[in-house]
């Protein structure tokens, strides 16, 4: 690996390489990274005013009662479905096409195939919601995609590895860890999506099919989102830091530790299931080695910011990073007693997997890119931010939010998982939860809030008269 990742081109790295050939605008196609961006915004919108409605139908004020396509489980769908592929995958693609080029130096394949993506893969997101309100969906979690809908994204996702592996190709020298991430994102993407809505729908059922379902659950967790999610990290902390990662031997401790024990470990949330129980006992030991490689990474970054804490005050995209890395120590902390057999027996089913699922999604990857975009938007529109207040906000009002709605359901899935071990009857369950999906509404409504800020400052800014370089923008990073 080199010692850092390539700095702005137009800052230090343009220095070395022909200025004829290598310039930030032959490199990035901004306009399709903001695009990129306002998608997947779009998409957030549409997944949180599903999950709204979801909680209110839990306190019995389901406003759209009685509409068939609105019914709550297909809303709830089109939630869980729009956050991933809608808003985390259109984010990451636009931040792959900002980083990749900048750090291989070398533009996409083709720029024009990036469009056919693009516009391919709202198609497939915008479909996947029509078929699941009309009532086409498969049967399996994140794999409600029609089965029409399944050779289009799987060819998608070809396309997209196909288009970031050429500039990859060509660097010369040792690769930064960073590419080690995305080239392996591009490989078990595209594998993990085939098992999860191929195998299942032709090839297998039963408990081999409960099976297959639970390994494509968590690896697209663990093998699209968060490769994607942490090559982003190794790429935006050292830049905005202004220092080398602390430790390039742990950043592969914690590449070749996901790519070794993590596909194996979706397992665990089927404990108690008829799936075999060398299978089970398998998911827990690579789970628990897993921990582990966690643990490195999260060391790597925090030895990183050493000595430098101070700009989390004052440097917002880092705040976000580094918020969101807490988050992901905790996601894999509630793991650590989830995959026990002991534990396992009084969370199973409860809220409190909820409430882990919302920590990890929202809490971990969604404030990734959240830091991401309060980074680029000032570059990409060459003008500061509107409201440098509204950005606290739009930080504020998510953190407080999911603190909330994580602590809320983590604490209702036990309550619920003492009641049900009680034996008690199911109406006294759903009397314990009653107050805490409440609760779960006003942190869900804050969080939304969050997002309407954001969006708000993001269109003042886009239409405000620019500004001198680097005003508001140095304020943030």
């Given at each position: 690996?080199?010692?850092?990742?390539?700095?702005?081109?137009?800052?230090?790295?343009?220095?070395?390489?022909?200025?004829?050939?290598?310039?930030?605008?032959?490199?990035?196609?901004?306009?399709?990274?903001?695009?990129y961006y306002v998608t997947a915004l779009a998409f957030m919108l549409v997944s949180m005013l599903g999950g709204i409605l979801m909680a209110f139908q839990l306190i019995r004020h389901n406003?759209?009662?009685?509409?068939?396509?609105?019914?709550?489980?297909?809303?709830?769908?089109?939630?869980?479905?729009?956050?991933?592929?809608?808003?985390?995958?259109?984010?990451?693609?636009?931040?792959?096409?900002?980083?990749?080029?900048?750090?291989?130096?070398?533009?996409?394949?083709?720029?024009?195939?990036?469009?056919?993506?693009?516009?391919?893969?709202?198609?497939?997101?915008?479909?996947?919601?029509?078929?699941?309100?009309?009532?086409?969906?498969?049967?399996?979690?994140?794999?409600?995609?029609?089965?029409?809908?399944?050779?289009?994204?799987?060819?998608?996702?070809?396309?997209?590895?196909?288009?970031?592996?050429?500039?990859?190709?060509?660097?010369?020298?040792?690769?930064?860890?960073?590419?080690?991430?995305?080239?392996?994102?591009?490989?078990?993407?595209?594998?993990?999506?085939?098992?999860?809505?191929?195998?299942?729908?032709?090839?297998?059922?039963?408990?081999?099919?409960?099976?297959?379902?639970?390994?494509?659950?968590?690896?697209?967790?663990?093998?699209?989102?968060?490769?994607?999610?942490?090559?982003?990290?190794?790429?935006?902390?050292?830049?905005?830091?202004?220092?080398?990662?602390?430790?390039?031997?742990?950043?592969?401790?914690?590449?070749?530790?996901?790519?070794?024990?993590?596909?194996?470990?979706?397992?665990?949330?089927?404990?108690?299931?008829?799936?075999?129980?060398?299978?089970?006992?398998?998911?827990?030991?690579?789970?628990?080695?897993?921990?582990?490689?966690?643990?490195?990474?999260?060391?790597?970054?925090?030895?990183?910011?050493?000595?430098?804490?101070?700009?989390?005050?004052?440097?917002?995209?880092?705040?976000?990073?580094?918020?969101?890395?807490?988050?992901?120590?905790?996601?894999?902390?509630?793991?650590?007693?989830?995959?026990?057999?002991?534990?396992?027996?009084?969370?199973?089913?409860?809220?409190?997997?909820?409430?882990?699922?919302?920590?990890?999604?929202?809490?971990?990857?969604?404030?990734?890119?959240?830091?991401?975009?309060?980074?680029?938007?000032?570059?990409?529109?060459?003008?500061?931010?509107?409201?440098?207040?509204?950005?606290?906000?739009?930080?504020?009002?998510?953190?407080?939010?999911?603190?909330?709605m994580v602590s809320d359901l983590t604490l209702l899935g036990l309550f619920q998982g003492w009641s049900w071990a009680a034996l008690e009857p199911w109406d006294a369950s759903t009397d314990?939860?009653?107050?805490?999906?409440?609760?779960?509404?006003?942190?869900?409504?804050?969080?939304?809030?969050?997002?309407?800020?954001?969006?708000?400052?993001?269109?003042?800014?886009?239409?405000?008269?620019?500004?001198?370089?680097?005003?508001?923008?140095?304020?943030?990073?």
């Amino acid at each position: 690996m080199s010692d850092a990742p390539s700095p702005h081109p137009t800052e230090s790295a343009d220095q070395n390489l022909p200025a004829t050939t290598v310039t930030h605008e032959n490199l990035v196609d901004e306009t399709l990274v903001k695009l990129y961006y306002v998608t997947a915004l779009a998409f957030m919108l549409v997944s949180m005013l599903g999950g709204i409605l979801m909680a209110f139908q839990l306190i019995r004020h389901n406003p759209l009662a009685g509409i068939e396509i609105f019914s709550p489980g297909r809303w709830r769908m089109v939630h869980t479905n729009a956050i991933a592929y809608g808003f985390l995958a259109n984010g990451f693609l636009g931040s792959l096409h900002w980083i990749v080029p900048r750090l291989t130096l070398h533009p996409v394949l083709n720029k024009k195939l990036s469009w056919v993506i693009y516009i391919a893969w709202q198609l497939v997101v915008l479909g996947t919601a029509v078929g699941i309100l009309f009532g086409e969906a498969q049967g399996l979690e994140w794999g409600e995609t029609p089965v029409w809908i399944d050779p289009f994204a799987q060819l998608g996702l070809l396309l997209v590895a196909i288009n970031f592996m050429a500039p990859i190709s060509k660097t010369k020298g040792p690769i930064y860890v960073t590419l080690w991430y995305f080239m392996a994102m591009f490989v078990w993407t595209f594998l993990t999506y085939a098992m999860g809505n191929f195998v299942p729908q032709y090839f297998v059922t039963g408990t081999s099919a409960g099976a297959v379902g639970g390994l494509f659950i968590h690896d697209l967790v663990g093998l699209f989102v968060t490769p994607a999610g942490w090559g982003m990290m190794y790429y935006f902390v050292p830049i905005l830091l202004k220092r080398p990662i602390w430790s390039h031997g742990l950043s592969l401790v914690g590449f070749w530790g996901l790519a070794f024990f993590y596909p194996l470990q979706g397992i665990h949330h089927f404990l108690y299931t008829p799936i075999p129980m060398f299978l089970q006992y398998g998911a827990v030991v690579s789970t628990i080695a897993v921990e582990l490689v966690v643990t490195t990474v999260i060391i790597n970054f925090f030895g990183t910011i050493w000595g430098s804490g101070h700009v989390i005050k004052t440097n917002l995209p880092i705040r976000w990073y580094y918020t969101g890395m807490v988050f992901y120590f905790l996601t894999c902390f509630q793991c650590a007693f989830q995959v026990t057999l002991t534990f396992q027996k009084v969370i199973h089913f409860s809220d409190w997997v909820v409430g882990h699922a919302h920590l990890v999604m929202f809490g971990v990857f969604s404030m990734w890119i959240m830091g991401t975009m309060t980074y680029l938007f000032p570059r990409l529109l060459n003008r500061g931010w509107y409201s440098l207040k509204a950005c606290e906000w739009h930080y504020w009002l998510s953190t407080l939010g999911i603190i909330i709605m994580v602590s809320d359901l983590t604490l209702l899935g036990l309550f619920q998982g003492w009641s049900w071990a009680a034996l008690e009857p199911w109406d006294a369950s759903t009397d314990i939860s009653h107050p805490f999906w409440v609760i779960r509404v006003i942190a869900g409504l804050c969080m939304f809030a969050g997002v309407l800020v954001f969006i708000w400052n993001i269109w003042k800014t886009w239409t405000s008269v620019p500004e001198q370089s680097g005003t508001g923008e140095t304020a943030l990073a």
